[in-house]
């Protein structure tokens, strides 16, 4: 199986990150690749640029690698209550090539903070908007206070709820 795991984020020391990774290598006979979004760095999207460009290739790429995973994992990162500009910008990129970017792919939604929030507000929005495009989430779990939930050595979740919570949807696969 393949799983396509990244975060939502252009952060180098990306906290949804290790959780994306985390998740996706807790999935049985999983073939993880780990995405870094900053690989799919494109201008800012607007229709001027659109008409301009057309379809730049890296949205291209990116659709693709959708397209070829068996299984998404998805970490977001809360800039402000919302989205991240760098994922927002790749995906309004992408969601032109075909609004149905998630090709109707399994979709694992996660999203953590340094706070108690646990980047809960995008996850939110993020849920909410999924069947716009495509994505068959079989869960959406927010992990609060990451560094207190999370051995960064080891790489791994720390409080057994949130395991069980992970292990639940990871079985819904």
Known sequence: MKVLA???TSSKSSINKQLA?????????????LLDINDYEMPLFNEDRENELGQPALAKAFYQKLGDADVIVISF???NGSYTAAYKNLFDWTS???Q?????????MLSTSPGPGGAA???????AS?????????????VPSFYDNFDLENGQL???DLVDKIMNVIAKL
């Open 6 to 8: 990244f975060a939502a």
């Open 21 to 33: 990774n985390y998740t996706a290598k807790q999935i049985n006979n999983a073939q993880v690749e």
């Open 77 to 79: 990162a809360e800039h």
């Open 96 to 98: 032109r090539i075909d």
């Open 100 to 108: 149905k970017l998630f090709q109707n792919k399994p979709v694992i």
């Open 121 to 127: 507000s995008v996850l939110a929005s993020a849920q």
């Open 130 to 142: 999924a069947p716009f495009f495509a994505a068959e989430v079989k869960g959406a779990i927010s």
């Open 158 to 160: 720390t409080n057994q």
